[in-house]
């Protein structure tokens, strides 16, 4: 079973915060991921990680930023939420290249 | 043309029938393949893996993988209500990214 975890699960804030969804695995993977998947639709990649102190931007032009200070820990931040941002945003870890994508449990969020 | 495409369905098969999913990738290059299964409002879940031409089964579940015709399937026997959900086909070239396919919804009918 993967270890990995977000919060909060469900966010509903108003136009203009700042938020940051959190993200820890504690499988040890060098490489974690954000994804953002609208209900029935595709994932889609947001930003990636290959290990401490690299990030890089994914297909998805995303107006967040994240950070990787941790190996465990790979925050998502968004400096002022707008109600584009709706949607539920995903996280995930992997071993070595091409191996298997484990998710956390999603953060759904909702921007009023 | 996109580089994962899946049939979106629905895809209705009774219970206790196989249900028979597919998967095209456009990259010839691409060398795993993964199967992910996702409840409503989930997050996806492996449930198969496969490398190498041919059949991999494990329980109820066979992925089949040709890549002269570049295409990945999976079969699921004997379907149950519970096995009602999307379920996503995922490709890996190599590096780092993996393309996930927007999904196969599945329907088994009790």
């Known amino acids: 079973e993967a270890d990995i975890y977000q919060t909060p699960r469900y966010l509903v804030i108003g136009t203009g915060k700042k938020i940051t969804l959190e993200c820890s695995q504690t499988?040890?993977?060098?490489?974690m991921y954000w994804y953002q998947q609208d209900p029935g639709m595709e994932l889609h990649l947001i930003h990636y990680?290959?290990?401490?102190?690299?990030?890089e931007k994914g297909d998805l032009s995303s107006e967040s930023t994240v950070s990787r200070i941790r190996t465990e820990h790979f925050p998502l931040t968004l400096e002022s939420a707008r109600p584009s941002h709706t949607s539920q945003y995903l996280c995930?870890?992997?071993?070595?290249?091409?191996?298997?994508?484990?998710f956390g449990p999603g953060t759904r969020l909702t921007v009023t | 043309q996109k580089e994962v495409e899946q049939n979106s369905g629905p895809l209705s098969v009774p219970e206790g029938a196989i249900a028979s999913l597919n998967c095209t990738y456009s990259?010839?290059?691409?060398?795993?393949f993964f199967w992910y299964r996702q409840y409503s409002g989930k997050s996806p879940e492996l449930i198969m893996s496969?490398?190498?031409?041919g059949d991999k089964e494990d329980g109820r579940f066979t992925a089949q993988l040709n890549k002269a015709s570049q295409y990945v399937s999976l079969l699921i026997r004997d379907s149950q209500p519970s096995d009602s959900a999307t379920y996503l086909c995922a490709v890996n070239t190599g590096g780092f990214k993996t393309i996930f396919g927007a999904g196969t919804r599945l329907f088994v009918k009790a």
């Open positions: 990259d010839r290059v691409s060398q795993s």
């Open positions: 496969i490398y190498s031409n």
């Open positions: 990680s290959y290990g401490v102190n690299s990030t």
């Open positions: 995930a870890s992997s071993e070595g290249t091409g191996g298997v994508q484990y």
């Open positions: 499988m040890g993977h060098d490489k």
